[in-house]
């Protein structure tokens, strides 16, 4: 499935966005000074900034504004366009429903940031860079079921899958992991021992798990096309959960087309 590169959205995504937009927002005022941009385009470029996570400046050079404007409108937008697509993203009580009855693969994934002073916990031993760690849950078919939160870098997958209690959500014995959720109960590859090597049936056993695995993997980089979770993330690290929150209910918005 083919998305437009610039914005990340097809046609019919997009007229419904604008949609739901504009069923919340008055842009333009009768009184007051009216905004540098009108509201789709508005709309566009947050999409556009988020989608290919260009410097402001160059944005703004293309639409003939200042970076200020810019600035303005992806923080107005940006907050906007997740509290119009919450509704989309699913909830425990959805994932239990959808994962119910079927083989189901999980994957946490960082969203790389900079490296801001005075915060260690965004730093991934695992990744050597700062971050925040999302948990994924797809199922054997790619179809992605459900996305968490943002931790600090520094949560190591296990830990993020018993603090959200998937093991009492997911069944244990249909649920596929690597091997950074060894010990949390679900399916995963087996660790070679210390000094030692695996057998040969243990290495078709991995092998299989990586086979099955491969669904997770396209999908962390289908969400990595938004390029704010797949690059450094330059606007405050305040911002990032709500910019987070807004790609995340894109991602569950435009498969509730499929």
Same mark, same amino acid.
């Given at each position: 499935?083919?998305?437009?590169?610039?914005? #990340?959205?097809?046609?019919?995504?997009?007229?419904?966005? $604008?949609?739901?937009?504009? +069923?919340?927002?008055?842009? &333009?005022?009768?009184?007051?000074? =009216?905004?540098?941009?009108?509201?789709?385009?508005?709309?566009?470029?947050?999409? %556009?900034?988020?989608?290919?996570? %260009?410097?402001? +400046?160059?944005?703004?050079?293309? /639409?003939?504004?200042?970076?200020?404007? $810019?600035?303005?409108?992806?923080? *107005? %937008?940006?907050?906007?366009? @997740?509290? !119009?697509?919450?509704?989309?993203? =699913?909830?425990? *009580?959805?994932?239990?429903?959808?994962?119910?009855?079927?083989?189901?693969?999980?994957? #946490?994934?960082?969203?790389?940031?900079?490296?801001?002073?005075?915060?260690? +916990?965004?730093?991934?031993?695992?990744?050597?860079?700062?971050?925040?760690?999302?948990? !994924?849950?797809?199922?054997?078919?790619?179809?992605?079921?459900?996305?968490?939160? =943002?931790?600090?870098? &520094?949560?190591?997958?296990?830990? *993020?899958?018993?603090?959200?209690?998937?093991?009492?959500?997911?069944?244990?014995?249909?649920?596929?992991?690597?091997?950074?959720?060894?010990?949390?109960?679900?399916?995963?590859?087996?660790?070679?021992?210390?000094? #030692?090597?695996?057998?040969? *049936?243990?290495?078709?056993? &991995?092998? @299989? $798990?990586?086979? /099955?695995?491969?669904?997770?993997?396209?999908?962390?980089?289908?969400?990595?096309?938004?390029?704010?979770?797949?690059?450094?993330?330059?606007?405050?690290?305040?911002?990032? =959960?709500?910019? /987070?929150?807004?790609?995340?209910?894109?991602?569950?918005?435009?498969?509730?087309?499929?």
């Amino acid at each position: 499935m083919r998305y437009k590169s610039s914005i #990340g959205l097809r046609p019919e995504h997009w007229q419904e966005l $604008i949609g739901l937009i504009c +069923e919340q927002v008055e842009w &333009n005022r009768p009184v007051g000074r =009216p905004h540098a941009l009108d509201l789709s385009t508005a709309v566009r470029v947050t999409l %556009l900034y988020n989608h290919t996570n %260009l410097a402001q +400046e160059v944005i703004a050079e293309i /639409y003939g504004v200042s970076q200020r404007t $810019i600035s303005r409108m992806v923080i *107005a %937008l940006t907050e906007l366009i @997740a509290e !119009v697509t919450a509704r989309f993203v =699913p909830s425990f *009580a959805d994932l239990t429903a959808a994962a119910t009855g079927k083989v189901v693969v999980v994957d #946490g994934t960082l969203c790389p940031c900079w490296s801001w002073a005075g915060h260690h +916990e965004l730093w991934s031993g695992k990744h050597k860079t700062t971050g925040h760690n999302i948990q !994924v849950v797809c199922d054997l078919d790619g179809h992605l079921l459900w996305m968490s939160d =943002p931790y600090p870098g &520094n949560v190591h997958d296990a830990k *993020a899958f018993r603090n959200l209690r998937l093991d009492t959500i997911l069944d244990p014995s249909n649920a596929i992991a690597d091997k950074g959720y060894i010990g949390v109960g679900i399916t995963t590859p087996i660790r070679k021992p210390a000094g #030692g090597r695996l057998t040969g *049936a243990d290495e078709q056993w &991995n092998a @299989a $798990i990586a086979a /099955y695995r491969a669904v997770i993997e396209q999908k962390n980089a289908h969400i990595k096309t938004w390029r704010t979770l797949h690059t450094d993330y330059r606007r405050p690290l305040r911002s990032f =959960p709500q910019t /987070y929150a807004a790609i995340r209910g894109l991602m569950f918005f435009r498969d509730s087309f499929d």
